[in-house]
T-cell receptor, first 115, second 113 residues
């Protein structure tokens, strides 16, 4: 079964609104989670590292005020796309590492369509 | 600047034959390399990984080879099955950066019956 779960799997929102995507680690605690985005037929690009209890670390070129990340507990990180525009339409995926070997599991992904 | 590259966007193989997926990297500061299988609109599924201190890791039908001098790794699937058809991503983990991964562009594998 899934060890990392995302919700919602699909969301459509109007341009200018905000949308929140949740990422949960199931049955394990994750002090760090990672958010990626993937455009159709392209690679997964790391957006940011979500750190429990502290600020997220954003990759170069990712607007922190646009993509708000909150990691309030050891099992939940949220990504909020603020003032969404059609160009934000993409597949957003989160991941978390488990165990000493740091096996990395990915969520199911969330399709965001901004109309 | 693409640090992890998969230069073949697609690969077609006959069922039962070997599939070889290739990946090159430009940065020596990776401690693990991983292969993921992905279907459209789904998250990646972990297949197999290899530590940078190894040159081979095998798990069932999947074997990953690492050639550090050439900065090249490959995933061998044998025998290939139609259910293996998917996009395969190579990923590299930078040293001491936890679960952060750098992905290649992906190779779409099609296994024909």
């Amino acid at each position: 079964g899934a060890v990392v779960s995302q919700h919602p799997s699909r969301v459509i929102c109007k341009s200018g609104t905000s949308v929140k995507i949740e990422c949960r680690s199931l049955d394990f605690q994750a002090t760090t989670m990672f958010w990626y985005r993937q455009f159709p037929k392209q690679s997964l690009m790391l957006m940011a590292t979500s750190n429990e209890g502290s600020k997220a670390t954003y990759e170069q070129g990712v607007e922190k005020d646009k993509f708000l990340i909150n990691h309030a507990s050891l099992t939940l990180s949220t990504l909020t796309v603020t003032s969404a525009h059609p160009e934000d339409s993409s597949f957003y995926i989160c991941s978390a590492g488990q165990g000493a070997g740091n096996t990395i599991y990915f969520g199911e992904g969330s399709w965001l369509t901004v109309v | 600047d693409q640090q992890v590259k998969q230069n073949s966007p697609s690969l077609s193989v006959q069922e039962g034959r070997i599939s070889i997926l290739n990946c090159d990297y430009t940065n020596s500061m990776f401690d693990y390399f991983l292969w993921y299988k992905k279907y459209p609109a789904e998250g990646p599924t972990f297949l197999i990984s290899i530590s940078s201190i190894k040159d081979k890791n095998e798990d069932g039908r999947f074997t990953v080879f690492l050639n550090k001098s050439a900065k090249h790794l490959s995933l061998h699937i044998v025998p290939s099955q139609p259910g293996d058809s998917a996009v395969y991503f190579c990923a590299a983990r930078p040293y001491n950066q936890g679960g952060k991964l750098i992905f290649g562009q992906g190779t779409e594998l099609s296994v024909k019956p």
